[in-house]
């Protein structure tokens, strides 16, 4: 009998077989590598004749060019105040507070979610090393 093929059958949805651990960490495809040998030392005049383009009309062209000098912000710094966080309540207090800047514009229902789930995250730290705290506490009363 033919030992079985590797396939998803006998790999059980793993991408690689036990003992086969994938391309070494740091190893580039080769299809990448032969795109960046092609490209090699062509980066200027590629870019120049680009540039050109855009100036002549070609607006997919103006379009690469833009998004290279001036490439669309993915996050923005939030500034407004939510005085000091010193425990849970502080933290649903900035909580109201940012979810009051977002009803008056001051801030998108994106940023009022970021902010919000940055509390959220800050009130179960608290509250973590608070029982760490009490049951240290605990512990050591014994």
Do not use: Q
Request: hydrophobic share 45%; proline share 7%; charged share 30%.
């Amino acid at each position: 009998m033919t030992e079985p093929r590797n396939n998803a059958a006998t790999t059980r949805g793993r991408p690689f077989a036990p003992g086969n651990p994938g391309r070494p960490k740091g190893a580039r495809h080769k299809v990448s590598r032969a795109v960046e040998s092609l490209l090699e030392g062509e980066a200027e005049a590629l870019t120049r004749k680009a540039v050109e383009a855009a100036l002549g009309g070609d607006m997919t062209a103006l379009r690469l060019c833009l998004d290279r000098i001036a490439p669309a912000r993915r996050d923005a710094p939030v500034t407004f105040d939510i005085g000091p966080l010193d425990g849970p309540a502080a933290a649903l207090e900035a909580t109201a507070k940012a979810i009051e800047a977002m009803a008056e514009g001051e801030l998108t229902p994106t940023e009022a979610a970021a902010v919000v789930a940055l509390l959220e995250s800050y009130r179960k730290a608290f509250e973590t090393v608070e029982i760490e705290r009490r049951l240290a506490a605990l512990e050591a009363a014994k």
